[in-house]
């Protein structure tokens, strides 16, 4: 989600949490998703996204994590989605705000929410042409819930192993050594 770079600087998120943070305005480009299968896949990093709760929302994250005519994955990786869902939306009381579906049939809307992943329930409150912002939430309401969230999602800070850290020096010894 762009525009929440300096809060999730500030919160020392990709530290705390030992992930990679990039932000894509609106729908993912093409350079994000061959980043995206060059390294989750590779490294075995599960890609882990952001995203409002609106139409647009649900379709991002199903568009950043799936094949589709633009851009087809090479590799195979775990995808979490870390978005704001209704369940959040009544659990921390934020406000929603009006949306407009323009001349789009209502049911082409419904179907799309449908294929990216909405709950029936999560449909029925889009479909009342209303959606609910990430930037609905206070900085520091944000930052605990996405803390929150990878925490859920399981996701930690890598704490290598004695074995793993001796092994480490032993290489980068082996290589002063090599270098002198």
Same mark, same amino acid.
Do not use: W
């Given at each position: 989600k ?7 600087e500030?919160?020392?998120i990709a530290?705390?949490?030992?992930i990679?943070i ?25 890609l ?26 090479d ?6 989605d870390?978005?704001?869902?209704l369940?959040?939306?009544?659990e ?8 407009s579906f ?8 419904r179907?799309? &929410?449908?294929? $990216? %992943? @909405?709950?029936p #329930?999560e449909i029925?409150?889009?479909?009342l042409r ?6 609905a939430m206070?900085?520091?309401?944000f930052?605990?819930?996405v803390?929150?969230?990878l925490t859920?999602a399981?996701?930690k ?13 032993? &290489?980068?010894? $082996? %290589? @002063?050594?090599? #270098?002198?």
């Amino acid at each position: 989600k762009e525009g929440f770079t300096p809060i999730l600087e500030q919160a020392k998120i990709a530290d705390k949490f030992d992930i990679a943070i990039m932000s894509c305005k609106g729908m993912s480009v093409t350079a994000a998703r061959q980043l995206i299968d060059k390294t989750c896949a590779r490294y075995g990093i599960p890609l882990l996204i952001m995203h409002d709760f609106d139409i647009s929302g649900f379709s991002i994250a199903k568009t950043i994590s799936s094949n589709n005519r633009r851009f087809t994955y090479d590799t195979k990786f775990r995808t979490i989605d870390l978005g704001l869902r209704l369940t959040d939306v009544k659990e921390l009381g934020l406000v929603s705000e009006p949306v407009s579906f323009g001349k789009v049939d209502p049911s082409t809307i419904r179907d799309r &929410l449908k294929v $990216n %992943g @909405a709950t029936p #329930e999560e449909i029925d409150f889009l479909m009342l042409r209303k959606r609910v912002e990430l930037n609905a939430m206070s900085s520091p309401t944000f930052v605990a819930f996405v803390e929150r969230k990878l925490t859920e999602a399981g996701i930690k800070k890598v704490v290598p192993t004695k074995e793993q850290l001796d092994e480490a020096f032993k &290489l980068f010894a $082996n %290589g @002063a050594r090599i #270098e002198e």
